[in-house]
C-alpha cells in the first residue's frame, strides 16, 4: 500500500483536459507533487484562480514530465497534444490509477458496459447503503472520485468507468469488475468494435486471481473474450434464467424491460458475492425511482405509458426497451453513432410508428425501410405533435409514447440532459397528462 502510495509523490505532473476529474486529480495531487495544467480551451483558464499553474503548450515539450494525467474526454488522436501523447503513451494515466494508488485495499466495484451502466451503479450502491454500509457511487456517476472525503477501510467504492478512462488507466483494479453488455458505440474515438471491446475487457485483464469478474454471456462480443487464456479473476457467467425467482417479486415498472431485468441479474449475483439479503436487495430494487432520462416514466394511467428515454444515444439502447413493448409511438432522432443498426426484425415491429425529426432523417429510414411505418419532421417539436395526434386515436388498448432518440443530441442540443429537459417541457405545453387522462 505504501508503496502504491509513492507512485504519485513527489513527481512532476501535466494534468491535461481540465473538466471535473482534470480539476479533482489536480486538487488531489497538488500538495505532494510539482502540477502542471493544460486544456486545449484556453478560456477555461481564465475563470479559475488556478490559472498559474497553467503551462504553455510550447514548453510542454521541453518538460521531463513523470506523469501526464488525461481526462477521459481527450481523443488523443485528435488533439492539440497529440504528437506529444504518442511520444510518452507510457506516461499516461487517469483519475481512477490516482484513487487507485491510495485506496487499493478497500472494496472496489467497478462498472461498465454499453447500456445501463449509471442505473446499475446506482441501485447497487443504494442496496449496499441499506445495508448500513459505508458505499460511495463514483465515477461517470456522482463524485469525481478524487472528491470523496472521510474514506474509512471500511469503505466500498462502487464506481461507473467508461471505455475511455479504463482505455488509459495504467494500475487501476476492481475486486469485482461487471460487464454488463457490449454493443457497437463510441466506435468514431476508438476506430473499431474490437478496439471497444478491448478497452472494455482490459478491467477483467487488470484483475488477480483473488478478484471476481461478471461477464453475459450471451453477448457475442464477450464470448469471444471468455475463451482467452490470460484472465486470471475468477468468471462470473451471468446466466439470465437462474434469476426468474427473484424478478418474480420485482414490482418495479422501471425494470420491466428485457434490458432492465438482464441488468437486474448482475446485482442480484454481486449481492450474493457481498452476502447481502435479499429481502432487503428487492426492497430497494422496488423503491428504486429510477435516473433522469433513462426509460423515465413521465405519465402513466392504465394502459396509457409516457416515457423519456432521452439517454438512448443509439439503437441497442432503445431496443432494451422497444423489446418489451407493443403499440409504440417511437420518437427518434439526432446524430446516429458510426456503424450502428436497427436489429429488430420486421415482426418485432408490426406495432411500431417512428416519428424521425432532425437532419439525419436518411440514416433512419434506411435502417426502417421495410420493418415499421414511419414519418419525418423538421424537428422534435413537429414530431411529437404527430405522434400525439396519432397517440390519441388509439383506446382500450396498451400503448406507449416513447422518445427514445437512439442517438448523440449534439445536433441540437448540448446534452442528452438538455434535450430530455426540452422534450418534457414540451410534454407540459401539450398537456400530454390531460390526454392520457382523458383516454383512460
Not at 479473476?233 to 431485468?261: A, D, M, W
Not at 428487492?282 to 428515454?309: A, H, P, V
Not at 438538455?418 to 398537456?431: E, H, I, Q, S, V
Request: some cysteine; glycine content about 4%.
Amino acid at each position: 500500500m505504501k508503496a502504491l502510495k509513492k507512485i504519485f509523490f513527489n513527481k512532476k505532473i501535466l494534468i491535461y483536459g481540465l473538466g471535473k476529474s482534470g480539476i479533482s486529480s489536480y486538487f488531489f495531487l497538488k500538495k505532494n507533487n510539482e502540477i502542471y495544467l493544460y486544456d486545449d480551451n484556453n478560456n477555461i483558464l481564465k475563470k479559475k484562480n488556478y490559472k498559474k499553474f497553467f503551462i504553455k503548450k510550447k514548453k510542454i515539450f521541453k518538460k521531463n514530465f513523470d506523469y501526464i494525467v488525461i481526462s477521459p474526454g481527450i481523443n488523443i488522436k485528435n488533439c492539440e497534444l497529440k504528437n506529444f501523447l504518442k511520444k510518452n503513451l507510457h506516461k499516461m494515466v487517469t483519475d481512477l490509477d490516482i484513487f487507485y494508488s491510495h485506496y487499493s485495499n478497500n472494496k472496489i466495484i467497478s462498472i461498465t458496459g454499453t447500456n445501463g451502466k449509471s442505473t446499475t451503479a446506482k441501485l447497487l450502491s443504494l442496496i449496499i447503503q441499506n445495508h448500513r454500509q459505508d458505499s460511495r457511487l463514483c465515477g461517470n456517476i456522482g463524485n469525481p472520485i478524487l472528491l470523496e472525503k472521510n474514506i474509512t477501510p471500511k469503505t466500498i467504492f462502487v464506481i461507473e468507468v467508461s471505455s475511455y478512462q479504463i482505455d488509459y488507466s495504467k494500475i487501476f483494479r476492481a475486486n469485482h469488475a461487471v460487464i454488463l453488455n457490449i454493443s457497437p458505440d463510441h466506435l468514431e474515438r476508438h476506430g473499431s468494435i474490437n478496439n471497444y471491446v478491448n478497452s472494455k475487457f482490459k478491467l477483467i485483464k487488470n484483475q488477480s486471481k483473488n478478484d471476481f469478474s461478471y461477464l453475459n454471456i450471451n453477448n457475442k462480443y464477450l464470448k469471444k473474450k471468455i475463451k482467452q487464456r490470460n484472465i486470471s479473476s475468477k468468471i462470473i457467467k451471468i446466466k439470465f434464467k437462474n434469476y426468474n425467482h427473484l424478478q418474480k417479486r420485482i414490482s418495479n415498472p422501471y425494470f420491466f424491460s428485457k434490458g432492465s431485468k438482464e441488468n437486474l441479474s448482475f446485482v442480484f449475483e454481486i449481492s450474493k458475492k457481498l452476502n447481502l439479503q435479499n429481502k432487503k436487495v428487492i426492497k430497494t430494487i422496488n423503491n428504486f425511482k429510477g435516473l433522469r432520462f433513462r426509460q423515465e416514466i413521465i405519465y402513466k394511467k392504465n394502459k396509457s405509458i409516457c416515457i423519456n428515454d432521452s439517454k438512448a444515444t443509439s439503437f441497442a439502447s432503445s431496443i432494451n426497451i422497444l423489446e418489451s413493448m407493443q403499440n409504440v409511438f417511437w420518437i427518434v432522432g439526432g446524430i446516429p453513432k458510426l456503424g450502428d443498426k436497427f436489429s429488430l426484425s420486421k415482426k418485432k415491429c408490426k406495432n411500431f410508428s417512428a416519428y424521425i425529426y432532425g437532419k439525419n432523417k436518411k440514416f433512419f429510414i434506411k435502417q426502417f425501410h421495410n420493418k415499421l411505418t414511419f414519418y419525418c419532421f423538421k424537428d422534435l417539436k413537429a414530431a411529437l405533435k404527430r405522434a400525439l395526434n396519432d397517440f390519441k386515436k388509439y383506446n382500450n388498448i396498451n400503448k406507449t409514447l416513447l422518445f427514445s432518440p437512439a442517438a448523440a443530441s449534439f445536433d441540437s442540443f448540448k446534452n442528452f440532459e438538455d434535450r430530455g429537459d426540452y422534450f418534457n417541457f414540451l410534454l407540459k405545453k401539450y398537456k400530454v397528462k390531460k390526454i392520457i387522462d382523458d383516454l383512460n
